[in-house]
């Protein structure tokens, strides 16, 4: 790419959460857009974290930098305070600035249990959900947002499962599941009223029906073949590869109007629809405006007009 096809060379990001899913692929198309991209996680190629999954983030780091980025490999675990105390400072100090922060820690994949009522979920299980989900990314807030406001322009990603307008009026899955999502969503709403003041945006932000790889492995397929669920689970067709929310961020990140959107709950889909960005395919899912419009409505699989 040419420097003006790498519109934030210069700038530092931090991806909290970024080894494996949505959170790698931002980094990605960050890195792809030229910055350099601090990315964070428990599993590394000496240590896995309890999901015991092949993906690290020095994977994620190595992703970046082939993309045309600088990718920074960085083990932590966002419930530690010293640990993101320490990210936080080795940022400042090798970089000396932090533009972009992308809060996507998770790690709750294995923790809910599926429409169950709080009496019968593993109440343990449930509140280190809660904690995965809400603490961390508070913690990081905490941590990093003094940085990011020291220069004008700073974005601030929460990433979250269902727009707020979605989540009002659904339940998603379990009490514990429902809380985690639902307040992130509040926490970009309300992290906005702060940093207005500074010049920063914040937003809380969705993707769609996520081919992760978690995702791929459920169904049985990879990347190259996922089609073939399709077979078995006719509305996977809207699915999405991680890279569409990571080109969603990419767009925010490069608007000088960012924000217009500050404090609201957005999704990839919707986004590609102002930006114009696809998917690698070349399409532009827009997986929560299907959800709504086909398939709770009982409508047969078809993704025409909304991909």
Known sequence: MTDQARPLQGKVALVAGATRGAGRGIAAELGAAGATVYVTGRTTRERASEYQRPETIEDTAELVTSLGGKGIAVPTDHLVLGEVQALVERIRREAGRLDILVNDIWGGEKLFEWNKPVWEHNLENGLRLLRLGIDTHLITAHYALPLLIEN?????????????????????????????????NRMGWSHARDLAPHGATAVSLTPGWLR??????????????????????????????????????????????????????????????????????????????????VEETGKPADTTGYR
């Open 152 to 184: 004008p322009g700073g974005l601030l990603v929460e990433m979250t499962d269902g727009t707020a307008e979605y989540n009002a009026t659904r339940y998603r899955l379990s009490p514990f599941y429902d809380l985690a999502k639902t307040a992130v």
């Open 212 to 293: 992760s790889e978690m995702m791929l492995e459920a169904f049985g397929v990879r990347e190259e073949n996922w089609r073939d669920a399709i077979a078995t689970t006719p509305h996977f067709a809207i699915s999405e590869t991680p890279r569409y929310v990571g080109r969603a961020v990419a767009a925010l990140a490069t608007d000088p109007d960012r924000a217009r959107w500050n404090g609201q709950s957005l999704s990839s889909g919707g986004l590609a629809q102002v930006y114009g960005f696809t998917d690698l395919d070349g399409s532009q899912p827009d997986a929560w405006r299907y959800l709504v419009e």
